[in-house]
């Protein structure tokens, strides 16, 4: 519905926008999220300065829209504060207020990580597009749904990741590490991209910390990985854990549990959904990945891998079990457990939490021994997970403080005072001492409250009469009170009473 609104006087016909600018007429829109003012720029400052405005205001010349109008929305619960172009729907900013959860879980990442021996590689964002369709799979819902592809001017195909491991393998290939060392422990932290419906915890760009061990098929190597990962999962502050293994089988003995579950599954076909009526075409195993009601009740009595794994594929899971048992790990054995990636064989794993109440997926992994014969290379083993660092973040401690606050404030009032406080605060920079300056030297109240909203530890005061004195006055912010502190000397005296 659009009404039709005048900026002339009242009583006097609103005159339409013709094609060359000169009418003055305003159109309100209604849309999903509210009201669009588009308007004429010389109206621009009358409407934003009117408490009419809701969502969007725009500029309009000559009945189109070009590209260099002026574009602002405005944001009601910040009393009309232009909002400008947003992010695209489902990439998120992650703010100062959480950035200290993330450095704190890559950190964690980082130390407990090269202490298990690993190291850390950096891979592109963008790959070919081949990288990922041959070695996740054709019939999988990232090759087939999910990713972002496109064709570049050259007429390549790329595609931005949507998985860590293949990117990883592919750089082990293509600079040869094997030459050094047959084996590679190897992790990365990075962004990851798929085109799925956002939600809260799920985006379209996402983060992933992957490890990742190369050219070890021992099942010591599948316990280890595992080990490493409970042990930080738990060093980060998550508890309630629970460990969940099984057997996917290999090239050798998965084809014929394939074959079984199709049959099985095409005896259930009018209970399956549109996606799983496709994945008993292309990859029955996705089935058991489906949320949909009736989907789940015609999983309840398919067929089991562990009935159809080989004898080799028992041997290395039996081992697999001893080994975790070693390292006095518990674990459940669920035989439903499939993974997302068709190059998944043997070992796959999953640990959820508890922390919240209900059960969570944490992060999820196994071994892929077939990973680079897929993508063109050598016969080379690899075991490795993935976490989701949304996820994980969501449920870390909540009473933990994450955010790295100013030891110091420093209140300077007058011109004389703020000079010598940007004397004392470069110098306590250069000394690793966080503190924060009010340059505009507002009055003592404003700064204060300006230090309480920071959470500052402890405020510096200096002002005319402090200088004269040659002491400045030091507050505990949290107790309020305050001593006088000698101007000489006053870093190391800073140092040694708020650090």
């Known amino acids: 519905m659009t009404f039709s609104l005048s900026p002339l006087p009242a009583g006097r016909q609103a005159l339409p926008c013709d094609r060359r600018g000169e009418g003055r007429s305003l159109r309100l829109a209604t849309e999903v999220r509210g009201i669009s003012i588009l308007t004429f720029g010389s109206q621009w400052d009358k409407l934003v300065r009117s408490k009419s405005c809701s969502v969007g205001i725009y500029c309009r010349r000559d009945g189109y829209w070009p590209s260099t109008n002026r574009a602002l929305q405005f944001d009601k619960r910040r009393k009309g504060a232009p909002v400008g172009i947003k992010a695209v729907r489902g990439f998120n900013d992650v703010l100062p207020d959480e950035i200290g959860k993330w450095q704190y879980v890559e950190k964690t990442a980082r130390e407990v990580f090269e202490g298990f021996g690993f190291s850390e590689i950096r891979i592109p964002i963008l790959e070919p597009t081949e990288l990922f369709s041959r070695g996740i799979g054709e019939a999988t819902d990232i090759v087939e749904k999910e990713m972002y592809t496109f064709t570049d001017r050259s007429g390549n195909s790329l595609t931005l990741r949507p998985e860590a491991t293949a990117s990883m393998a592919r750089a082990y290939l293509e600079h040869q590490l094997y030459t050094f060392d047959p084996v590679a422990k190897l992790y990365c932290i990075g962004p990851m991209f798929r085109y799925e419906r956002p939600q809260k915890g799920r985006y379209r760009q996402f983060y992933q910390i992957d490890a990742e061990v190369f050219g070890v098929e021992n099942p010591m190597a599948d316990a280890e990985v595992i080990v490493m990962l409970i042990y930080f999962l738990k060093k980060v502050g998550l508890e309630k854990l629970e460990l969940q293994i099984n057997s996917l089988g290999d090239r050798v003995c998965r ?245």
């Open 255 to 499: 084809p014929r549990y394939r074959e079984e579950l199709k049959k099985f599954f095409t005896s259930k076909s009018f209970q399956l959904c549109e996606d799983c009526q496709r994945r008993l075409q292309t990859n029955p195993l996705r089935i058991f990945d489906c949320k949909v009601e009736t989907c789940q009740a015609a999983i309840a009595d398919a067929p089991k891998v562990s009935d159809f794994i080989c004898l080799e594929c028992q041997k290395h899971f039996d081992k697999v079990k001893e080994y975790l048992e070693m390292a006095g790990l518990t674990y459940i054995l669920n035989p439903r457990m499939v993974r997302g990636l068709d190059y998944y064989t043997r070992t796959a794993f999953e640990v959820v939490s508890y922390q919240l109440g209900s059960q969570n997926a944490v992060t999820g992994g196994g071994r892929y021994d077939n990973l680079f014969q897929e993508i063109g290379g050598l016969d080379i083993p690899g075991i490795g997970f993935a976490i989701g660092m949304e996820r994980l973040v969501s449920l870390l401690p909540k009473e933990k403080e994450f955010v790295l606050r100013p030891h110091l404030f420093v209140a300077a009032l007058g011109e004389g005072p703020l000079k010598e406080a940007y004397r004392i605060i470069n110098q306590l920079h250069l000394a690793e001492v966080r503190a924060e300056l009010d340059y505009e030297s507002k009055s003592l109240k404003s700064q204060m409250r300006r230090a309480d909203k920071l959470k500052a530890r402890y405020a510096l005061i200096l002002g005319e009469e402090e200088l004269k004195k040659g002491k400045a006055v030091l507050r505990n912010m949290e107790t309020k009170s305050q001593e006088e502190i000698p101007m000489a000397n006053l870093l190391e005296t800073l140092k040694s009473k708020i650090l």
